[in-house]
């Protein structure tokens, strides 16, 4: 479901076990594209996901009386809610990435300036 985001994110883990010494721009390119395929990969389908789960929620606690807590452990031991987890952790994971390389790429390039 998430191929594009999973092979940045192993990219990523790859260099970093590596000690590979990234330019700035690349940091940059690397969350341009990070945050581009957030959206199909990971927004959308957790978005969609939510809906569904929270459609069986109301429905089993209208069609079947059950109290919202009760529904709520029904619905946690739905496959869509492990894969709702899953999507949530990785739109954090992407969240970060994105974020570090804006300050690293900021970093590196003052850096740069700086030994000029």
């Known amino acids: 479901m998430t191929k594009y985001i999973d092979h ?12 590979v010494v990234l330019p700035p721009e690349k ?3 690397r969350a341009f594209m990070l ?10 389908p957790l978005y969609t996901l939510n809906s569904v789960l929270a459609k069986k929620k109301a429905e089993l606690m209208r069609d079947m009386n059950m109290t ?10 739905e496959d869509d809610f492990l894969e709702a987890q899953i999507l ?4 954090t994971t992407v969240t970060e990435y994105i974020r570090i390389a804006k300050l690293w ?6 850096e740069y300036k700086s030994t000029r």
């Open 8 to 19: 940045f994110i192993d990219t990523m883990a790859k260099d970093i076990e590596n000690a």
């Open 68 to 77: 919202s807590a009760k529904s709520k452990t029904m619905i946690e031991a």
């Open 27 to 29: 940091w940059l390119e």
């Open 35 to 44: 945050n581009t395929f957030r959206s199909k990969e990971i927004d959308k």
């Open 88 to 91: 949530k952790a990785k739109q």
């Open 105 to 110: 790429s900021k970093t590196v390039e003052d």
